[in-house]
């Protein structure tokens, strides 16, 4: 069965120059875009862009920054919620800066299958660490992360060794809600 990109999606990748076979190249799933109107701010961005997620992910994301700081290590957000256009705008501007696809695609989703649509993903650093850098795997944040997030629904989307062909991404997140309970 063929997959068939909402039309939004498909003039976003047209106007790009985003092959029609992107997503099954990668075996990426498309990710809809979350009602912007629904989601919560919890942090803004040195830039002045609100960085927002879907309640029961910013409510998650308090507990589990608010844990790590009482172990003595701050979690900053540092990108959230990201809309189509959006996205579309980060592909459009490297392509503008020279880069190719291939490279954008190495760190940057197409529009339609980036996490960040969904308001449940979530960039994080650490003071010292908010240009999401490999080097952020090498902080004690990341350490307490990789031990604890699971306990609060987030998940590491880009480990090492990742087969989507996107480069290792310590600093992104995604929240999970938890499976119902079976019984």
């Not at 029609?20 to 989601?39: I, K, M, N, V």
């Not at 844990?67 to 919620?81: E, R």
């Not at 629904?153 to 880009?158: E, T, V, W």
């Amino acid at each position: 069965m063929t997959f068939v990109l909402p039309p939004t999606v498909a003039d976003y990748h047209r106007q790009l120059g985003i092959p029609p076979t992107y997503a099954a190249d990668r075996g990426l799933p498309f990710h809809a875009e979350a009602d912007e109107s629904a989601l919560v701010e919890v942090a803004v961005s040195p830039e002045g862009r609100s960085i927002k997620l879907v309640p029961p992910a910013a409510a998650a994301w308090r507990r589990m920054q608010a844990d790590a700081a009482v172990a003595g290590l701050p979690l900053i957000a540092v990108s959230g919620f990201r809309s189509l256009a959006r996205q579309a705008g980060i592909v459009r501007d490297k392509l503008a800066a020279g880069q190719t696809l291939d490279a954008i695609f190495r760190y940057v989703a197409a529009p339609g299958f980036s996490e960040h649509h969904t308001g449940r993903a979530i960039d994080i650093g650490t003071p010292g660490h908010l240009d999401l850098e490999e080097n952020f795997a090498e902080t004690a944040a990341f350490a307490w992360l990789d031990r604890h997030a699971a306990g609060y629904g987030f998940r590491l989307s880009y480990p090492r060794g990742t087969t989507h062909g996107i480069g290792y991404e310590p600093w992104h997140w995604c929240w999970h809600p938890a499976p119902p309970a079976s019984g």
